[in-house]
């Protein structure tokens, strides 16, 4: 059973950056999809960025395209997500989950495991 936990959230002005870091344990992450989901108040899990196993395929959100960037450390069992030029629209909880699957993953209800979540608060 892996578990998750983000790392990383806090509270920021418009045009910061932030880096958010998901750590695992209980197993390596090395064979699994690894995704970065975001829920604000009101709002549905939404896909922010997704990576492959192997780090070779990404797969973002229209809205964090070339603001975020997610990457992977599959001796270190972590996968980071790095955000700049943050917005008011980026305010949510952001969630790390993860997926044993050689596949990308990029639909929230496919995930088997997720992390508790950490706040991002971005201000105007």
């Known amino acids: 059973q892996v578990q998750l936990v983000e790392s990383g959230g806090g509270r920021v002005q418009a045009g910061d950056s932030l880096r958010l870091s998901c750590a695992a344990s209980?197993?390596?992450?090395?064979?699994?999809?690894m995704g970065w989901f975001r829920q604000a108040p009101g709002k549905e899990r939404e896909l922010v960025a997704s990576?492959?196993?192997?780090?070779?395929?990404?797969s973002y959100a229209d809205s964090v395209k070339g603001r975020f960037t997610i990457s992977r450390d599959n001796a270190k069992n972590t996968v980071d997500l790095q955000m700049n030029s943050l917005e008011g629209e980026d305010t949510a909880v952001y969630y790390c989950?993860?997926?044993?699957?050689?596949?990308?993953?990029?639909?929230?209800?496919?995930?088997?495991?997720w992390g508790q979540g950490t706040q991002v608060t971005v201000s105007s």
């Open positions: 989950a993860a997926k044993l699957t050689p596949r990308l993953i990029t639909t929230p209800s496919e995930y088997h495991y």
């Open positions: 209980g197993g390596t992450i090395s064979r699994y999809a």
């Open positions: 990576i492959l196993w192997s780090g070779g395929l990404t």
